[in-house]
């Protein structure tokens, strides 16, 4: 069978990946998402959102099935259930993109695997996993779901503490649990925070040498069984919410060795037109360096590759030109 030629295959069917291929598909660019699960990404698996603008509130699931809509009204092709397993540029610069034995070619790509959460692994974790029924791994997401509540977080790295920080503007209490008697975040932050837990009627506790073991409840979190590392002793600590912060893990496994990756596995790209370091393969949401994790961001990335991918068509040795400095316009 002839290959057939896209112009635009984008890796992932999440918010960074509808973002591109909208912009892609409307602008009469022949465009294809590849999809290892359904579309939707991390965001199909909440019932809220209340941070996208011009959206008061809206589940996961409706917000998706719009966004496909509306991708595949301007001509977007979605394949489900085809995970890209391997990715490779040709002589004549065009990229072949395979699928286990499937294999499509583009003249360009848009990498927007994302991310997952690193779970705690303990029970309960997965039962309960949603904000509304009490567990959540994005506090800047959830916390003004947890007004007046009470609630545990976990994690001692930077992000950990500034959504930590985050929840004690909206919990009555928030109790940070550590394993370790030490911080690993930025020390400016742990002296925010540490300032913060020092004032008189704070809201913040911290709960150090500890471990949460499991999550626990009827139909929603009421409590969190919490051990302590040094003298093993345990204890239900009661909660209305469980936030875990331990570390995301980018979906870059199959790219390992073809573009460049952080140690952490996030795809390297120059911040300003989100290049990797192959030719005519861009990348886009929370599996890039520097990632904020947010739906909107993850949008906005795919938006902006496609704007760069006009660039990159118009004239293939854009490719090579350094970051526009600031002020210069990249012009469209
Ligand atoms: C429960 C939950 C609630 C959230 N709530 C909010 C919120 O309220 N507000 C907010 O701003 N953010 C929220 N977020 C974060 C937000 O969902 C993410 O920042 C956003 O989804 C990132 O988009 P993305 O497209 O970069 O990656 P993802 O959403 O991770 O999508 C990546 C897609 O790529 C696919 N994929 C992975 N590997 C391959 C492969 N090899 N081949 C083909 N396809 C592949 C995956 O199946 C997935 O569909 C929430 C996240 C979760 C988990």
Same mark, same amino acid.
């Given at each position: 069978?002839?290959?057939?030629? /896209?112009?635009?295959?984008?890796?992932?069917?999440?918010? @960074?990946?509808?973002?591109?291929?909208?912009?892609?598909?409307? $602008?009469?660019?022949?465009?294809? !998402?590849?999809?290892?699960?359904?579309? =939707?990404?991390?965001?199909?698996?909440?019932?809220? !959102?209340?941070? /996208?603008?011009?959206?008061?509130?809206?589940?996961?699931?409706?917000? &998706?099935?719009?966004?496909?809509?509306?991708?595949?009204?301007?001509?977007?092709? !979605?394949?489900?259930?085809?995970?890209?397993? $391997?990715? %490779?540029?040709?002589?004549? =610069?065009?990229?072949?993109?395979?699928?286990?034995?499937?294999?499509?070619?583009?003249?360009?790509?848009?990498?927007?695997?994302?991310?997952?959460?690193?779970?705690?692994?303990?029970?309960?974790?997965?039962?309960?996993?949603?904000? =509304?029924?009490? &567990?959540?791994?994005?506090?800047?997401? $959830?916390?003004?779901?947890?007004?007046? %509540?009470?609630?545990?977080?976990?994690?001692?790295?930077?992000? @950990?503490?500034?959504?930590?920080?985050?929840?004690?503007?909206?919990?009555?209490?928030?109790?940070?649990?550590?394993?370790?008697?030490?911080?690993?975040?930025?020390?400016?932050?742990?002296?925010?925070?540490?300032?913060?837990?020092?004032?008189?009627?704070?809201?913040?506790?911290?709960? /150090?040498?500890?471990?949460?073991?499991?999550?626990?409840?009827?139909?929603?979190?009421?409590?969190?069984?919490?051990?302590?590392?040094?003298?093993?002793?345990?204890?239900? /600590?009661?909660?209305?919410?469980?936030?875990?912060?331990?570390?995301?893990?980018?979906?870059?496994?199959?790219?390992?060795?073809?573009?460049?990756?952080?140690?952490?596995?996030?795809?390297?790209?120059?911040?300003?037109?989100?290049?990797?370091?192959?030719?005519?393969?861009?990348?886009?949401?929370?599996?890039?360096? =520097?990632?904020?994790?947010?739906?909107?961001?993850?949008?906005? $990335?795919?938006?902006?590759?496609?704007?760069?991918?006009?660039?990159?068509?118009?004239?293939?040795?854009?490719?090579?030109?350094? @970051?526009?400095?600031?002020?210069?316009?990249?012009?469209?």
């Amino acid at each position: 069978m002839p290959d057939v030629l /896209y112009d635009i295959i984008i890796v992932g069917g999440g918010p @960074a990946g509808l973002g591109a291929a909208l912009y892609t598909s409307r $602008d009469r660019y022949r465009t294809l !998402i590849l999809e290892k699960m359904i579309p =939707g990404g991390q965001i199909f698996n909440t019932d809220r !959102i209340e941070n /996208y603008p011009g959206i008061p509130r809206i589940d996961g699931p409706s917000l &998706v099935d719009q966004m496909q809509k509306q991708v595949e009204s301007f001509g977007t092709e !979605i394949k489900t259930g085809s995970e890209v397993t $391997d990715l %490779k540029r040709m002589e004549d =610069g065009r990229i072949e993109v395979r699928c286990h034995e499937d294999r499509y070619i583009a003249r360009a790509v848009v990498l927007a695997p994302g991310s997952s959460y690193r779970k705690l692994g303990v029970p309960g974790e997965e039962e309960f996993r949603n904000a =509304g029924a009490g &567990v959540s791994y994005c506090g800047t997401c $959830d916390g003004p779901f947890f007004r007046d %509540k009470e609630v545990v977080s976990v994690g001692g790295g930077n992000t @950990a503490i500034e959504e930590t920080l985050h929840l004690a503007k909206y919990a009555s209490k928030v109790t940070l649990v550590h394993r370790r008697n030490e911080f690993r975040a930025d020390k400016i932050l742990v002296e925010e925070m540490l300032a913060k837990v020092g004032e008189p009627d704070s809201n913040l506790v911290i709960h /150090y040498d500890s471990v949460v073991t499991a999550i626990q409840g009827e139909g929603r979190v009421q409590s969190v069984r919490l051990k302590n590392v040094k003298t093993g002793s345990e204890e239900d /600590y009661p909660c209305d919410g469980a936030f875990i912060f331990v570390g995301m893990v980018p979906n870059t496994g199959f790219l390992s060795g073809i573009v460049d990756l952080t140690e952490q596995g996030f795809i390297r790209c120059d911040s300003a037109y989100l290049r990797t370091s192959m030719p005519g393969v861009f990348v886009a949401g929370d599996c890039r360096v =520097g990632a904020t994790m947010q739906l909107i961001t993850a949008v906005a $990335d795919g938006v902006n590759t496609a704007m760069m991918i006009k660039q990159y068509f118009r004239d293939p040795q854009w490719w090579k030109r350094a @970051a526009a400095s600031v002020g210069e316009t990249v012009g469209w």
